[in-house]
Nanobody, 125 residues
């Protein structure tokens, strides 16, 4: 599976942005999909994940209530809708996919099977 993120850019605090993750391959629906981010000088952190069917979503405390993760298995697409953006949301955002269901390993981003190359989100104050 190859993952390609898009939709990043420069926005102002309070704005919204939607990231997309395009996946290749016919078995996209077999993978849990998620988003991570890494700010300059900081470690990569978990943002959100969504189950294979899209029925269950998981969020970090820092984005809960502001971000929404979704997917369209028919289109092999994943999305991250980001509202009420803050300067501290500035980071490179990465899409990931793995056969394993969400859990500690996903939260830690440990050896997930597939990663995209990232898209930069910059939020100005």
């Amino acid at each position: 599976v190859q993952l390609v993120e898009s939709g990043g850019g420069l926005v102002q605090a309070g704005d919204s942005l939607r990231l997309s993750c395009a996946a290749s391959g016919r078995t996209y629906s077999s993978y849990t999909m998620g988003w991570f981010r890494q700010a300059p000088g900081k470690e990569r952190e978990f943002v959100a994940a969504i189950s294979r069917t899209g029925l269950n979503a998981f969020y970090s405390d820092s984005v809960k209530g502001r971000f929404t993760v979704s997917r369209d298995n028919a289109k092999n697409m994943g999305y991250l809708q980001m509202n009420s953006l803050k300067p501290e949301d500035t980071a490179e955002y990465y899409c990931a996919a793995d056969p394993e269901s969400y859990g500690v390993r996903w939260y830690r981003g440990s050896n997930l099977a597939y990663w995209g190359k990232g898209t930069l989100v910059t939020v100005s104050s």
